[in-house]
């Protein structure tokens, strides 16, 4: 086991994953900017470096600076946890090239399954469902008129090499079609450095049902059942609930079946997720895989009892999983909400400054990730999450109930937050009958 981790990451993921480690005995060493001086994550780590000033391009995305501190705290691993170089398969072979090792999957798993389109045929070749498209990447407009033609509109375009929404256009005939394919490939190479792009078949009113894997070194593939993550804006996750409120039971074995399988094709190990749409018939389409642990893992970690982000640590270090498929059970349900330093009341501007006022809920049920607390200034340069509050209980409707009452508890001021847009869906009646898809709280918001 190691002795020393550095997280090469920040807010609440750093939190999560330096608990994680000091309950295994291991010592942590936390990079921060010049901005996130005083952020939670600097405040709890063994030892604690500044990489540099608040631009992530020269902190949290600089591998050099990265690096340097690794060797300078003398560490034995490096846990990307999720966003900036978590999955950058370049990160993953520099930390090995300097005998640290990478928390995460090999860098052959993370290049086949991070391009979509290497990850589409993978999947074809093991029998897990995908949507009609493109064979590969498409390299000029009537190559993608013509795949449209044949599938029929509409269709999505997606960048090869990334997610979140970026790079992606829908298209409902040619001109908009040509049109977006260029925007796209625009965007795609700006966010990701490369423009590479493919077209499928859009599905529309689908659901996000998405499958959470965890393997060994050892060639042991299992999965921790699956999530609903079809409450979105912008292609951004609101509210993750585990496990999919609208599935059977031989319809989920099917599913997470298909994901596990996937993942075993592509040699996989450590924590990553299988990503579907699910259309109005139940039929599921491959739509990704991420090669880390996921902001809404916890909803899982809950419904399992499993520690998602100790298990990557041990994988990492070479053990072999705790646990067999069998002996993974359910209990109960859990839902999570991200909270956002965000105005919904203004069309979800930012709002950083300083929290005057900052109470936490609590009671019987309650989760709550952040590494936020009472003077704590939010800085604008990064992501607007500021925490992530979890409900368990043995329903789905007492798990409601109990996130409802956290929400009226949970106190932030004087900047603006999502607290009163959850509380709001957390009331409506389509989200408490889960009659919803991945447009319906845009759809919601437009009214």
């Given at each position: 086991?190691f002795?020393?981790?550095?997280?090469a990451?920040r807010?609440?993921?750093?939190?999560?994953?330096?608990?994680?480690?000091?309950?295994m005995?291991i010592e942590?060493?936390?990079?921060?900017?010049?901005a996130?001086?005083?952020?939670?994550?600097?405040?709890l780590a063994d030892?604690?470096i500044?990489?540099?000033?608040?631009?992530?391009?020269?902190?949290?995305?600089?591998?050099?600076?990265?690096?340097?501190?690794?060797?300078?705290?003398?560490?034995?691993?490096?846990?990307p946890?999720?966003?900036?170089?978590?999955?950058?398969?370049?990160f993953?072979?520099?930390?090995?090239?300097c005998?640290?090792?990478?928390?995460g999957?090999?860098?052959e798993?993370?290049?086949?399954?991070?391009?979509?389109?290497?990850?589409k045929?993978?999947?074809?070749?093991?029998?897990?469902?995908?949507s009609?498209?493109?064979?590969?990447?498409?390299?000029?407009?009537?190559?993608?008129?013509?795949v449209?033609?044949?599938?029929?509109?509409?269709v999505?375009?997606?960048?090869?090499?990334g997610?979140?929404?970026?790079?992606?256009?829908?298209?409902h005939?040619?001109?908009?079609?040509?049109?977006?394919?260029?925007a796209?490939?625009t965007?795609?190479?700006?966010?990701?450095?490369d423009?590479?792009?493919?077209?499928e078949k859009?599905?529309?009113?689908?659901?996000?049902v998405?499958?959470?894997?965890?393997?060994?070194?050892?060639?042991?593939?299992v999965h921790?059942?699956?999530r609903?993550c079809?409450?979105?804006?912008?292609?951004q996750?609101l509210?993750?609930e585990?496990?999919c409120?609208?599935?059977?039971?031989?319809?989920?074995e099917?599913l997470?079946?298909?994901?596990?399988?996937?993942?075993?094709?592509?040699?996989?190990?450590?924590?990553g997720?299988?990503?579907?749409l699910?259309?109005?018939k139940?039929n599921?389409?491959?739509?990704?895989?991420n090669?880390?642990?996921?902001?809404?893992?916890?909803?899982?970690?809950?419904?399992?009892?499993?520690d998602?982000v100790r298990?990557?640590?041990?994988?990492a270090a070479?053990?072999?999983?705790?646990f067999?498929?069998?002996q993974i059970?359910?209990?109960?349900h859990?839902i999570?909400?991200r909270i956002?330093?965000?105005?919904?009341?203004?069309?979800?501007r930012p709002?950083?400054?300083?929290l005057e006022?900052y109470?936490?809920?609590?009671?019987l049920g309650?989760?709550l990730?952040?590494?936020?607390?009472?003077?704590?200034?939010?800085?604008?340069?990064?992501?607007?999450?500021i925490?992530k509050?979890?409900?368990?209980?043995?329903?789905?409707?007492e798990?409601?109930?109990t996130?409802?009452?956290a929400?009226?508890?949970f106190?932030?001021s004087?900047?603006?937050?999502?607290?009163?847009l959850?509380?709001d869906l957390m009331?409506?009646?389509?989200?408490?009958?889960?009659?919803?898809?991945?447009n319906?709280?845009e759809?919601?918001?437009?009214?």
């Open positions: 086991m002795s020393r981790i550095l997280i990451n807010g609440e993921i750093a939190v999560r994953i330096i608990r994680a480690a000091r309950e005995g942590t060493v936390a990079v921060y900017s010049a996130d001086r005083d952020s939670r994550h600097v405040k030892r604690a500044c990489i540099g000033p608040a631009k992530a391009s020269e902190s949290y995305l600089n591998i050099s600076r990265i690096i340097a501190a690794a060797e300078v705290a003398n560490v034995d691993a490096i846990h946890g999720y966003g900036f170089l978590a999955e950058n398969a370049h993953a072979e520099v930390c090995r090239s005998n640290i090792e990478f928390i999957p090999s860098v798993s993370m290049q086949t399954l991070g391009d979509k389109v290497q990850c045929q993978l999947a074809i070749r093991s029998k897990v469902p995908t009609p498209g493109s064979k590969g990447r498409i390299d000029d407009e009537d190559e993608a008129v013509k449209a033609h044949e599938i029929g509109f509409p999505i375009i997606k960048a090869s090499a997610g979140g929404g970026r790079g992606m256009r829908v298209a005939n040619d001109m908009s079609l040509r049109s977006g394919l260029k796209a490939m965007e795609a190479e700006a966010a990701f450095g423009g590479g792009v493919y077209v859009f599905i529309e009113k689908a659901r996000h998405e499958v959470q894997i965890i393997g060994d070194q050892h060639g042991n593939v921790l059942w699956e609903d079809t409450m979105q804006r912008r292609k996750k509210i993750e585990a496990p409120p609208v599935l059977k039971e031989d319809e989920r099917r997470c079946k298909a994901a596990t399988r996937l993942c075993k094709a592509a040699n996989y190990y450590s924590a997720t299988v990503e579907f699910m259309d109005d139940k599921f389409y491959l739509m990704e895989v090669t880390r642990v996921q902001v809404e893992h916890p909803v899982t970690e809950m419904i399992t009892g499993v998602i298990t990557q640590i041990r994988v070479g053990e072999k999983l705790p067999t498929q069998k059970k359910r209990n109960g859990a999570e909400v956002n330093a965000e105005d919904p009341d203004n069309g979800f709002s950083p400054g300083v006022r109470e936490p809920p609590g009671g309650v989760r990730d952040s590494h936020c607390y009472t003077g704590y200034r939010v800085p604008p340069n990064y992501d607007s999450m925490a509050l979890i409900a368990h209980k043995p329903t789905r409707d798990a409601i109930a996130l409802k009452r929400l009226a508890e106190e932030i004087p900047i603006k937050t999502t607290i009163s959850h509380a009331r409506n009646g389509s989200f408490l009958k889960s009659d919803i898809d991945i319906f709280v759809r919601l918001l437009e009214q």
